[in-house]
């Protein structure tokens, strides 16, 4: 058995009489993609805080394959990481900062640190203070998945980008998965820990609700769909995982669905449709769908 990439044993963090980390035991395998999926406060950062060696475990500990989490200066040559709020020196470049930042890690592939460049569009030649955030989020990515670190930890690594830039960021995660590397990821969004995750854990107010994989996820939550037709409306009510129809315009249904999209497809297919939305769930949806409760 190969050793895990990440492990948690009973990692505990209290801040006061906040417990912001209640016991989690995890471990992420070696090659995958995994994604720390939790509501805002849920204890996703802390987490990630602890997996870093920035914050000391109240409880228990983390552990970077054979190494403790705690013994920074070994761990860190192991990891590579993107802080939720990147802070960056204001009056360097972007490229005199992926540069110092190279220097300190475990080692940067200078040609593919060029291609990630290319790929996020960032001007390296700009003084830092300059950028937006997402710019700095750019700069922070870049510097990770440039190193030859076996292991990514990113905490909402996506929040700043815009949706073209996050498809690149999701082609950069699958590239890094090809090369056997792991990926740690933090979100709040599904949409995001959907498009590139193997398994997700999630957390509810401290605590690890369960974990999954994103195959599993997606046959279990309901996304709501809208469609408008001509002539008459697509015949839904006998349809396999779909529910809630409801006629919300004079030649528009909504509805949800949950599990395999075919038998709603077949119908719809049989149908004039003029035109089709789909909003996947938000987070705090899928919540209160699986535990019947919306979450800290
Ligand atoms: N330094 C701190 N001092 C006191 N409480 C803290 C501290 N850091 C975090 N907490 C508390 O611990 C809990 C978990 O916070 P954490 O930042 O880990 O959540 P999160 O899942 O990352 O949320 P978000 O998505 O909003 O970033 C929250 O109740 C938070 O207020």
Known sequence: MQLPALRAENLTKRYGRVLALDALDLEVRAGEVFGWLGPNGAGKSTTIRLLLGLARPTAGRAMVFHVDAADVTVAHHLLAHV??????????????????????????????????????ELDPSRVAGTYSTGNRQKVAL????????????????????????EMQFRRVVMRARADGRTVFLSSHRLADVEAVCDRVGILRAGRLAEVTTVGELRTRHRTRITVTYDGDPPDLGWAAGVDDIEQTGPSALTFTVSGPPGPMLRELAATEITAISVREPTLEEVFVDYYGTAAR
């Open 83 to 120: 802080p939720a709020d990147v802070a960056l020196w204001p009056r360097m470049t972007g490229g005199e900062i992926l540069d110092l930042l190279g220097n300190t890690g475990p080692g940067v592939d200078l040609k593919y640190r060029a291609e990630l460049i290319e790929r996020f």
């Open 142 to 165: 870049i510097a990770a998945f440039a190193t030859r670190a076996p292991v990514l930890v990113l905490d909402e690594p996506t929040s700043g980008l815009d949706p073209l830039m």
